[in-house]
């Protein structure tokens, strides 16, 4: 698949180049959006464990969920508002701790409070997400009628957007098969930027392992993601 | 932001971060807690597997059902009681002899709550969001579950609005056990599809 840049600290350390700045790119992609990338390791799986295992991330819970309810942030908002946190600390923060990130984002760009005012009160470095370069389309028309069919084979389009999206990188470009068709949605990536909710209809979409990861992939193992119409193009 | 302004070097305890949010949100009048506490509290007592594993030994026990939750899973599921937040649209996956499916959020940690409750932390780690689309056969073995070369995984990353239930096979010997005793053998794991019954 592609190379991107995340530990930019390391690579410097290993190689004496530049770092790149991701902020100072206008068209990459979250780090947020992980599938297919190498290097994490095994899997620490346990069986059972707390929901919460600290005080403050039950807290922090908790006062996510009343921010969503009182505010009616959409999925979107809440989700790009951590995806648009620093890579480096994205990757090193805890669950929670994005969360608490997000939320704390939303509440300054909601004018609640300042990044100034939570530093004192916290006595000490707030670190928030970066601000929200997220554009709408020109078109927000909605649609409902479905144009795909179960069985139709499409193309995912390759535009990798700024803002919040529900295309993994991992399927844009790529080819694959329509299994389901699920009605029509708001369409994540305009509502999470302030355009409100936009009906799109939306499909599963089966890929195979070959498609998505060529000679890396495997016979016998396919992949389904969740994608809206505006995602889609005929193949060509 | 002004140019004059310094940010202070030391990063602040995650505990003084969360509370120095939680202070401002509730001085503002937007965060009620004691009624917060109540939400959080009934997601601790009423939301998990043990809600998933009741609907998966009623389509065990009762091929009716299973029908009605493979055609609508979130009307069958409510047939039960489980619904709400992160359940509105259920979509459940059957394991059969020829194919094992397997969920994942590779996006963030999208997790149908009122049959699982909220994620286990491995479920929202990179590790899994990276290798589940990646190498799922691989990463089933590693962690101790081994599918048979012959069978089909089909991976669901749980990208926009469905959330996804594993309806496990059903094992062997289990003929005589009621539905309640079914259900106390269905994991949270094979409800995921990283366990085989």
Known sequence: MHAHAIDTVRTVEKFGIPPIDRRTIPDVDGVHDLGGLD??????HKSTEPYFEEDWERRTFRLMVGLIATQGVPGGRFRHSIERMAPEQYLSSPYYERWLTGAATMAVESGFTTQDELE??????FP?????????PDDLTPH???????????????????GHTRAPRYVQGRHGTVVRVDGAFSIDDIAAHGGGDIADPLYSVRFTSRELWGEAGADGEVMHVDLFERYLEDPQ | MTAEHHHPTKLAPI????AAIESVLVEKGILDLAALDQIVQNFEDNLGPMNGAKVVARAWSDPAYKERLLADGTAAIAELGFEGLQGEYMVVVENTPQVHNLVVCTLCSCYPWPTLGLPPRW????????????????LLAEMGTVI???VEIRVWDSSAEARYLVLPMRPDG?????????????TRDSMIGVQRL
């Not at chain 1, 290097?39 to 620490?44: A, C, N, S, T, Y």
């Open chain 2, 123 to 138: 479920y929202k780690s990179p590790a899994y969001r990276t290798r589940a689309v990646r190498e799922p056969r691989k």
């Open chain 2, 15 to 18: 505990e003084a971060r969360v």
């Open chain 1, 39 to 44: 290097g994490f390791g095994p899997v620490e």
């Open chain 1, 120 to 125: 004192r009160r916290a006595g000490g470095r």
């Open chain 2, 174 to 186: 289990t003929a005589d056990m009621s539905e309640e005793q079914l259900a106390g053998i269905v």
């Open chain 2, 148 to 150: 048979p070369a012959d």
């Open chain 1, 128 to 136: 928030l997400s970066r601000p929200d370069r997220g554009v709408l």
């Open chain 1, 144 to 162: 409902t009628t479905p144009r795909y069919a179960v069985g139709d084979d499409v193309r995912v389009r390759q535009w990798h957007p700024p």
